[in-house]
């Protein structure tokens, strides 16, 4: 998988992929959740050798900051042998596997923009592509306008 956007939205408590992994357990009864009778046969199975995700950027939404976002690059994505041997791997299970290393990958990267955000380092625009401006930039050069005007 190459350059995946991903919205990571948390109110520093939980986020929105824990949720969609926690939704996935309780339809599919993997992880936690009590199993559900299934008859045999009737999933398919898969092997998959290898899964990389690459180049992904996570946008950062935290509702407890009033909605403010950034955006931090997401780490490599790299799982081998999913599903390796006879009994293979189910749809199911591989999403699992996948989405709970996304989750990991994604809290990690946006662990250092919510600790900015929460400093208020960063201005962030709306506009899709524009890059995050550090305040301090802003600052420094609203002061040094400050000094150039003439009274």
Do not use: C, W
């Amino acid at each position: 998988m190459q350059a995946p956007e991903v919205n990571f939205e948390t109110d520093l408590r939980q986020n929105n992929l824990k949720k969609i992994l926690s939704n996935l357990e309780e339809a599919t009864g993997s992880g936690n959740a009590p199993a559900q009778p299934k008859e045999p046969g009737t999933s398919k199975k898969l092997e998959v050798d290898d899964f990389v995700i690459s180049g992904g950027r996570i946008r950062v939404v935290v509702s407890t900051f009033a909605g403010k976002t950034a955006t931090a690059s997401l780490p490599e994505i790299h799982l081998k042998d999913l599903g390796k041997g006879p009994e293979g791997i189910t749809p199911a299970e591989l999403a699992r596997q996948v989405l709970v290393a996304l989750e990991k990958g994604a809290a990690q990267a946006a662990e250092g923009a919510i600790a900015d955000l929460s400093k208020g380092a960063l201005y962030l625009s709306t506009e899709p592509g524009k890059i995050a401006t550090n305040s301090v930039d802003k600052v420094t050069r609203g002061i040094g306008d400050l000094f150039k005007k003439k009274p």
